[in-house]
């Protein structure tokens, strides 16, 4: 499959590019095949449920001498930020789709030159960006801390408001050029910084359908919003540095639980990012994995270069007791591809680790408890588990509609060998089509492909898959397509593709907060490929269950 990445999302410096994802673009046409793992557009109650450390304090107002404007003030860890865009009237600037209800609203719009703040206050410099995104967090969840709590657009019937946890209620003020067009208005808000670079300045950017912040380098005739940061910025340039960037480095054994990421927490505050960077000063760390011993640790950040704390020589496995019975004694038991016993096995399992049994390395379904012991026993494979029969196959009704679905039986796994075709909100017919989805099963977004199989059955996850990536007839894949959509500048360019070629069948397992893994298949190629663009595109594939 030719995998042809745009641009990207640069993971170290947070930088979102102009022209994102272009596959669907008309000169884009000899694209094939699709990005491996996909934004699954992850419910925002991922991080509802955590309670952000503030550091802020509403202040009251300041009064722009010029023209005698008022403007609300924030103080954010050590910093005075205006609450407001600005909103003074300069010969460049313009007021989106000049109207002036737009000014009053969102504030103007400047190009860079024209981007001066009132006396006593400055255009923020990138590090003075990068100060504020460590006090909220990191970059991750900005957006969704910073972003006011109205105004923003909603995406597929989700708000794209913030909860303006500190007060500083940015604002989708759009943007423009020096033509007289616009666009983006209630979907991007972006604020000029003082770093440039020939024609070109550094731009920070928040978006309705995200709950994070990122760098772009816009060219300075473009009109963006300004945030007005109090102080002088030569005295800011000409201070001792005070911040640095930290970066913790992660380790995984036996590559156990590499697919998901660590949790973060320095001084009580959650950051969604490894690399950060942070005011200097003693942090009290604790690092949490899913596989692994919590870490707790203590560092001091005050040096001028990068800083480095690698996890790697105090990283130890979450384990519990198994013990693994089958009908058939003497049967291998492998615990991440390495045979450790036979049945009946007794003994201390890594909690994330892949078990397996038998010649076959059939997968072992079962949930360890950390310190505690699971007994668990494996039942032969037939036709016991209450499957109709007919003419030596074995089918399912699915009694939510009636639907019946062809079964193929791998060992002790089984498998619907059809695509699911349930109607559910989130799914979609190849071409709104009713006939493909009879032909092909229906396409799901990842939110509900996780909670759409029936009752007894699940979405499989990548290790599941791969327990069929040797495994040849009886499968039926169909190359249903697939279903994208994705924003350019803010644009949404949606569309069906691939119908016939490819077929794309979404696993259960996440590769981030972002993004997903998918089963691919299409042309000669197969497998469940995997990759680490992170995109703003969402994807709605078919699923087996």
């Given at each position: 499959?030719?995998?042809?990445?745009?641009?990207?999302?640069?993971?170290?410096?947070?930088?979102?590019?102009?022209?994102l994802?272009?596959?669907?673009?008309?000169?884009?046409?000899?694209?094939?095949?699709l990005?491996?793992i996909v934004?699954?557009?992850?419910?925002?109650?991922?991080?509802?449920?955590?309670?952000?450390?503030?550091s802020?304090?509403?202040?009251?107002v300041?009064?722009?001498?010029?023209?005698?404007?008022?403007?609300?003030?924030?103080?954010?860890?050590?910093?005075?930020?205006?609450?407001e865009?600005?909103n003074y009237?300069?010969?460049?600037?313009?007021c989106?789709?000049?109207?002036?209800?737009?000014?009053?609203?969102?504030?103007?719009l400047?190009?860079?030159?024209?981007?001066?703040?009132?006396?006593?206050w400055?255009?923020?410099?990138?590090?003075?960006?990068?100060?504020l995104?460590?006090?909220?967090?990191?970059?991750?969840?900005?957006?969704k801390?910073?972003?006011?709590?109205?105004?923003?657009?909603?995406?597929?019937?989700?708000?794209?408001?913030?909860?303006?946890?500190?007060?500083?209620?940015?604002?989708?003020?759009?943007?423009?050029?020096?033509?007289?067009?616009?666009?983006?208005?209630?979907?991007?808000?972006?604020?000029?910084?003082?770093?440039?670079?020939?024609?070109?300045?550094?731009?920070?950017?928040?978006?309705?359908?995200s709950?994070?912040?990122?760098?772009n380098?816009?060219?300075?005739?473009?009109?963006?919003?300004?945030?007005?940061?109090?102080?002088?910025?030569?005295?800011?340039?000409?201070?001792?540095?005070t911040?640095?960037?930290?970066?913790?480095?992660?380790a995984?054994?036996?590559g156990?639980?590499?697919?998901?990421?660590w949790?973060?927490?320095?001084?009580?505050?959650?950051?969604?990012?490894?690399?950060?960077?942070?005011?200097?000063?003693?942090?009290?760390?604790?690092?949490?994995?899913?596989?692994?011993?919590?870490?707790n640790?203590?560092?001091?950040?005050?040096?001028?270069?990068?800083?480095?704390?690698?996890?790697?020589?105090?990283?130890?496995?979450?384990?519990?007791?198994?013990?693994?019975?089958?009908?058939?004694?003497?049967?291998?038991?492998?615990?991440?591809?390495?045979?450790?016993?036979?049945?009946?096995?007794?003994?201390?399992?890594?909690?994330?680790?892949?078990?397996?049994?038998?010649?076959?390395?059939?997968?072992?379904?079962?949930?360890?408890?950390?310190?505690?012991?699971?007994?668990?026993?494996?039942?032969?494979?037939?036709?016991?588990?209450?499957?109709?029969?007919?003419?030596?196959?074995?089918?399912?009704?699915?009694?939510?509609?009636?639907?019946?679905?062809?079964?193929?039986?791998?060992?002790?796994?089984?498998?619907?060998?059809?695509?699911?075709?349930?109607?559910?909100?989130?799914?979609?017919?190849?071409?709104?089509?009713?006939?493909?989805?009879?032909?092909?099963?229906?396409?799901?977004?990842?939110?509900?492909?996780?909670?759409?199989?029936?009752?007894?059955?699940?979405?499989?996850?990548?290790?599941?898959?791969?327990?069929?990536?040797?495994?040849?007839?009886?499968?039926?894949?169909?190359?249903?397509?697939?279903?994208?959509?994705?924003?350019?500048?803010?644009?949404?360019?949606?569309?069906?593709?691939?119908?016939?070629?490819?077929?794309?069948?979404?696993?259960?397992?996440e590769?981030?907060?972002?993004n997903?893994y998918?089963?691919?298949?299409?042309?000669?190629?197969?497998?469940?490929?995997?990759?680490?663009?992170?995109?703003?595109?969402?994807?709605?594939?078919?699923?087996?269950?």
């Amino acid at each position: 499959m030719a995998v042809r990445k745009i641009t990207s999302k640069n993971a170290k410096n947070n930088v979102r590019t102009e022209g994102l994802v272009s596959i669907f673009n008309d000169e884009a046409e000899n694209v094939r095949g699709l990005l491996a793992i996909v934004k699954k557009r992850a419910p925002t109650e991922v991080f509802s449920k955590i309670i952000p450390s503030k550091s802020s304090e509403k202040v009251g107002v300041v009064t722009d001498s010029r023209d005698g404007k008022k403007y609300k003030i924030v103080i954010i860890g050590k910093q005075t930020w205006m609450a407001e865009n600005l909103n003074y009237s300069t010969s460049d600037s313009k007021c989106y789709g000049d109207k002036p209800a737009n000014c009053d609203n969102y504030g103007r719009l400047y190009n860079w030159s024209t981007a001066i703040c009132p006396s006593g206050w400055h255009l923020p410099s990138k590090e003075e960006w990068d100060v504020l995104t460590a006090v909220v967090g990191g970059s991750s969840t900005e957006g969704k801390l910073l972003k006011a709590t109205s105004r923003w657009n909603s995406f597929n019937g989700k708000s794209g408001n913030g909860t303006d946890a500190y007060g500083f209620a940015a604002l989708p003020g759009g943007d423009g050029n020096s033509s007289g067009k616009f666009s983006n208005i209630g979907d991007f808000g972006r604020w000029w910084t003082s770093e440039h670079d020939g024609a070109n300045a550094y731009v920070r950017g928040m978006v309705y359908d995200s709950e994070d912040a990122f760098w772009n380098n816009g060219s300075k005739s473009y009109l963006f919003s300004v945030r007005c940061l109090q102080g002088s910025l030569s005295t800011q340039t000409n201070s001792k540095k005070t911040t640095t960037l930290l970066e913790i480095r992660p380790a995984y054994l036996e590559g156990i639980g590499k697919d998901e990421q660590w949790n973060l927490i320095l001084n009580e505050q959650v950051f969604y990012s490894l690399e950060n960077t942070l005011p200097y000063g003693k942090y009290k760390g604790k690092l949490s994995h899913n596989c692994y011993e919590d870490i707790n640790f203590n560092i001091d950040v005050n040096r001028d270069e990068q800083q480095v704390f690698d996890v790697a020589k105090q990283v130890k496995l979450k384990k519990g007791g198994l013990v693994l019975n089958t009908e058939k004694s003497s049967e291998p038991v492998y615990v991440n591809g390495k045979q450790v016993g036979k049945t009946p096995f007794s003994g201390s399992v890594p909690l994330c680790a892949e078990i397996e049994i038998g010649k076959g390395r059939e997968k072992v379904d079962v949930e360890l408890k950390h310190n505690g012991k699971v007994t668990h026993t494996l039942k032969s494979s037939d036709d016991s588990r209450g499957y109709e029969t007919s003419n030596g196959n074995y089918f399912f009704t699915d009694s939510r509609d009636g639907k019946k679905y062809k079964i193929v039986i791998i060992g002790r796994q089984a498998w619907m060998a059809e695509n699911l075709n349930y109607n559910a909100n989130g799914s979609k017919c190849y071409g709104n089509d009713p006939t493909y989805c009879g032909k092909y099963g229906r396409l799901y977004n990842w939110s509900t492909a996780k909670v759409v199989c029936p009752k007894g059955w699940h979405l499989p996850s990548k290790l599941e898959w791969e327990v069929l990536s040797d495994y040849k007839g009886g499968f039926s894949a169909l190359p249903g397509g697939a279903y994208i959509m994705y924003l350019s500048w803010g644009y949404e360019v949606s569309g069906f593709k691939y119908d016939g070629s490819h077929g794309y069948w979404w696993s259960a397992s996440e590769y981030n907060v972002d993004n997903a893994y998918y089963e691919h298949f299409g042309d000669s190629e197969y497998g469940n490929d995997y990759d680490d663009y992170n995109s703003i595109s969402h994807f709605i594939l078919a699923l087996f269950c």
